[in-house]
Nanobody, 115 residues
């Protein structure tokens, strides 16, 4: 069974930092890690991605503040979030591709940023 498990969420004051992790288990040929986030009543939105060539992409709202990285040997992606703002308060979800063609999601981790 494939599982993606996020960790590292929590509460922080504005301007603070958090580091999210997403570890996959049972995922053969782990690739294309991504992070998304979703506020209540809104659609899930893209945050960041690492493509197959190793390049990273970010949503405009997080550029310069968030940094994504990966450890392929551990099938784990990371999202370092700095200079957090109250509007970053949402659920964060990771996604990755396994078995070459199938995408899987984690259950999410909550981030709360207080002003």
């Amino acid at each position: 069974e494939v599982q993606l498990v996020e960790s590292g969420g929590g509460s922080v004051q504005a301007g603070g930092s958090l580091r999210l992790s997403c570890r996959a288990s049972g995922c053969v040929n782990w690739r294309n890690p991504r992070w998304y986030r979703q506020a209540p009543g809104k659609e899930r939105e893209f945050v960041s991605a690492i493509d197959s060539d190793g390049s990273t992409n970010y949503a405009e709202s997080v550029k310069g503040r968030f940094t994504m990285s990966q450890d392929e040997a551990k099938a784990t992606s990371y999202l370092q979030m700095n200079s957090l703002k109250p509007e970053d308060t949402v659920m964060y979800y990771c996604k990755a591709r396994c078995f070459t063609i199938s995408n899987y999601w984690g259950r999410g981790t909550r981030v709360t940023v207080s002003s």
